[in-house]
């Protein structure tokens, strides 16, 4: 599903340039759930943004679904990032003034689904993630982890290939971290593809694969616990 | 354009964003509000000027006769030029068709009188066709006609303001004037927009004056007006065949400017119009001046638009918005903003200068408006003017990288 190989990445900061990327190689497959894990400034959220397709990268081989991403235009970048990517980000980034059902359904805008059918699916979503009743709410009016589920809503609302997960519980407390990493647990038990970036080893072990990343290297990259159980 | 969504998409940031919409909104109408009534304003200026050539028919042509400045042909220099009725058959012959009206004149200082009032006026003395000259509006009764020349009839057609002297209350058509001792019928009252002194004439038949004063065939002045169909080099060169004709049948040196002198009342109304579309074309650059700085002022407030909604175009873009859907919302917000605002202050201002009407008259400013194609150029001015105070944030927008933009707060 996503493939890199010996990626780099650099920003020029004033004259000099900081080396944030210094060779990954990483291997996602179909259906996993895996997580990023390192403290701030190894570079994982560098690594979020390039798989996100929402940076560039310098060196090195990207792979997205077998496609190979070189020097794509913002135009192929906001496609391919429609058609396959799902983002959950820590401070949840949901439009203020639109309601949460519209704020999940606008996805399915830019894929050009009519109005009443982007309302349905969006409505089923908001059904999964049991926020039903709140849909006609601003995001002004939910809690933290409402909001957050009203993004991973979204996320999988044009039901993508992979979710990118961008420290999903940073501004939760952990009664909710709990319940939103059970809401990502189910997702990728339909067969999701979960990719996850965070510095707390509670959400790390609830993964079932920990990629440790230290200043732009892989440490180290093994199976948790939890995907021994399965 | 027609996208449904898009338009639910505007109006619901449109809704959400209610103050930066009205200032912006403000702006563009108070632009086009000061550019519509200045306009309309350089246009009451043309209007006055315009106003006051109207008096006379524009395409009038005066000739007057003085003394020669220099001998010729065995006359001596300083002899005094005396036109005569004679000299109208022979313009009328020589020129034919070019000739629209022509009129001699005559001036005659009188003392009038009707029963008690009386008081001194002036009497032109004229030919029918001067009615047309001078644009005079007969009120009651009727003008000079063709009879009262060939008859001699005693008659005259008084100024409103003579028979409001003289007649009081009193109706005066049918009555008979005293003008120096002599009784005249009055058939006719007019009005003459060219002002008060011009209602305080009398006019008679020309014959008539001639008989009464020394039974001479002398006229003080010719005047008469040019066929518009020739056009402005036709009416010029018209000018200097009156003065050769004349110049000939007098036997007046070919250099003598003061002995025949041609007037037309159409150089003075070329000039000034001129000088009034000048104005206007000044008044007319003051406007687009507002209009630019209202046009800068809201691509200023987009551009402060598209800084505040950095992190949702982020976000739009992280969820799969192309740069040139961005482009597309940012400008046609822009667009309909403009033009709804831009028209709104386009109908203020007309209802302004509607109010204003004629008001203003004292200050030069006659029946201020804008006509049809000035509405319409406005408003395509409008629309270019809300797109290109999109377009330049629009296209900023779209390049925003939504990683920094969701950075942002």
């Known amino acids: ?230 | 354009m027609f996208d449904l969504d898009r338009w639910r998409e505007i109006f619901q940031s449109i809704g959400k964003n209610k103050l930066r919409t009205f200032l912006g909104a403000f702006t563009v109408a108070l632009g086009i509000f000061i550019f519509t009534v200045l306009f309309g304003m350089g246009n009451g200026l043309k209007n006055t000027f315009e106003e006051f050539f109207s008096d006379d028919a524009t395409n009038t042509i005066i000739v007057r006769s003085g003394r020669t400045t220099k001998a010729y042909k065995g006359f001596k220099e300083g002899r005094q030029i005396q036109f005569e009725n004679e000299d109208i058959e022979l313009l009328e012959k020589e020129l034919g068709n070019s000739i629209e009206y022509i009129s001699a004149r005559i001036y005659k200082g009188v003392q009038a009188k009707f029963r008690q009032e009386s008081g001194s006026y002036t009497v032109r003395a004229v030919h029918p066709e001067h009615q047309f000259l001078e644009k005079t509006m007969v009120d009651e009764g009727k003008f000079i006609n063709a009879n009262d020349v060939k008859n001699k009839n005693r008659i005259v057609v008084i100024g409103r303001l003579v028979e409001q002297d003289l007649f009081g209350k009193v109706t005066s058509l049918g009555k008979f004037i005293e003008l120096n001792g002599i009784a005249y019928r009055v058939v006719g009252v007019f009005s003459d927009s060219g002002g008060d002194n011009e209602e305080r004439l009398i006019y008679a038949p020309v014959s008539t004056i001639q008989l009464i004063y020394k039974n001479t065939t002398d006229i003080d002045q010719i005047n008469l007006s040019f066929n518009k169909a020739l056009g402005v080099n036709g009416a010029k060169k018209m000018v200097r065949d009156i003065k050769k004709i004349l110049k000939e049948k007098y036997f007046i040196a070919r250099e003598d400017r003061s002995a025949i002198r041609v007037r037309s009342v159409f150089d003075d109304y070329q000039q000034n119009m001129q000088f009034a579309s000048m104005l206007q074309f000044i008044v007319l650059w003051i406007g687009i001046g507002t209009l630019f700085a209202g046009a800068i002022s809201i691509g200023n407030i987009m551009v402060f638009v598209v800084k505040e909604r950095t992190r949702e175009l982020g976000i739009r873009k992280a969820l799969g918005a192309t740069p040139s859907s961005i482009i597309g919302l940012i400008l046609q917000e822009s667009i309909m903003i403009t033009a709804l605002a831009g028209y709104f202050g386009l109908l203020i201002a007309i209802f302004a200068l509607e109010k204003m009407g004629n008001g203003l008259k004292d200050y030069f400013i006659t029946n201020p408006a804008v006509n049809t194609s000035t509405i319409v150029w406005a408003t395509i001015l409008l629309i270019f003017v809300g797109a290109i105070a999109g377009f330049i944030p629009a296209r900023r927008a779209a390049r925003i990288k939504p990683v920094v933009a969701m950075r942002e707060d």
């Open chain 1, 1 to 230: 599903m996503i493939k890199i190989e010996k990626l780099h990445k650099s920003y020029p900061i004033g004259k000099s340039s900081l080396h944030v990327l210094k060779g990954i190689d990483l291997h996602i497959k179909e259906g996993e759930f895996v997580s990023i894990m390192g403290s701030s400034g190894s570079g994982k959220s560098t690594l979020l943004n390039i798989v996100g397709l929402l940076d560039g990268h310098d060196e090195g081989n990207y792979y997205l679904n077998g496609q190979l991403i070189r020097d794509l235009n913002e135009k192929k970048a906001a496609i391919l990032r429609n058609k396959f990517l799902g983002f959950v980000f820590q401070s949840f980034n949901l439009i203020s003034y639109k309601t949460a059902l519209e704020n999940v359904s606008l996805p399915l805008y830019y894929k050009g689904v009519n109005r009443k059918e982007r309302l349905k699916i969006a409505m089923d979503y908001l059904d999964k993630v049991g926020l039903k009743d709140w849909a006609n709410h601003l995001p002004n009016e939910l809690s933290g982890g409402q909001k957050q589920r009203v993004a991973i809503a979204r996320a999988l609302v044009t039901n993508p290939k992979v979710v990118l997960a961008d420290e999903p519980t940073g501004a939760l407390d952990s009664t909710t971290t709990d319940s939103v990493m059970d809401l990502l647990k189910d997702i990728n038990n339909e067969g999701m593809t979960v990719f996850v970036i965070t510095h707390e080893e509670e959400v790390a072990s609830q993964t079932k694969r920990i990629v440790r990343l230290k200043d732009g290297v892989i440490t180290s990259d093994e199976l948790t616990k939890a995907a021994k159980a399965v």
